[in-house]
């Protein structure tokens, strides 16, 4: 089966910019997650999705973050304006609601790096 | 949220197995166990998850002791293909919030 896709790779932008982080998930995924990674840290939950509803987002900074999930399919996460903290992997992970075994497995894709001059 | 702690570093010599021990002591009765693997550049990516007992699958073993307080990844015989970061989560599966808490990780180097 295709991986979580994300898009771009790679984003360079000055602060008070804005940026836009795009995902797609497995086919027939319900949940859906984004994730921060700064540099040498583990992954940090920003917003959780199930379908095309918020399940938590109790860790997304408001005041600059936002993100969707429109028809419960593809995601994208905002930053506006952007500060040199933002800098770090975002990561975009997908699971089944509920698995044959009863646990849950989250996919992960590659990651967009984003540097924050 | 059940917290995991695990040494932040191990060194290995390949051909060795390794043992990496994460502590839950506030794991809830419906927690499952699970280790992430995560190479430079890439998101993380499942290794196995257990519940109780012994769980055993074609690249590691998850041993976890009757009071769940604690579990063991055991790698066998590792190569330099498994330097990478391992994570330890706890996690209630299933509908509503489920949230997995990260950790630092351990860092797993493997010497030639």
């Known amino acids: 089966e295709a991986g979580v896709a994300q898009s771009p790779r790679y984003k360079i932008i000055e602060k008070r910019q804005s940026v836009a982080f795009w995902c797609n998930p497995i086919?027939?995924?319900?949940?859906l997650y984004w994730y921060q990674q700064i540099l040498g840290q583990g992954p940090k939950l920003l917003i959780q999705?199930?379908?095309?509803?918020?399940?938590?987002d109790s860790q997304l900074p408001k005041d600059r973050f936002s993100a969707e999930r429109l028809k419960g399919v593809d995601s994208t996460l905002k930053i506006q304006p952007a500060k040199l903290e933002d800098s770090a992997v975002y990561l975009c992970?997908?699971?089944?609601?509920?698995?044959?075994?009863?646990?849950?497995?989250?996919?992960f894709g590659a990651g967009s790096r984003l540097t924050v001059l | 949220l059940a917290k995991t702690t695990q040494p932040i570093s191990m060194d290995s010599y390949e051909g060795q197995e390794v043992n990496i021990t994460c502590s839950h002591n506030n794991i809830a009765t419906n927690d499952y166990i699970t280790w992430y693997q995560q190479f430079p550049s890439q998101g993380p990516r499942f290794i196995i998850q257990?519940?109780?007992t012994k769980v055993t699958n074609e690249v590691a073993s998850l041993f976890i002791p009757a009071d769940r307080k604690s579990s063991t990844l055991s790698l066998p015989r590792v190569s330099l293909s498994d330097t990478a970061v391992y994570y330890c989560?706890?996690?209630?599966?299933?509908?509503?919030?489920?949230?997995?808490?990260f950790g630092k990780g351990t860092k797993l180097s493997v010497i030639p």
């Open positions: 999705f199930q379908n095309n509803g918020v399940v938590d």
């Open positions: 989560l706890v996690g209630v599966p299933g509908a509503g919030s489920y949230q997995l808490t």
């Open positions: 992970a997908s699971s089944l609601l509920r698995s044959p075994s009863g646990a849950n497995v989250l996919t």
């Open positions: 257990g519940y109780k």
């Open positions: 086919s027939g995924h319900a949940t």
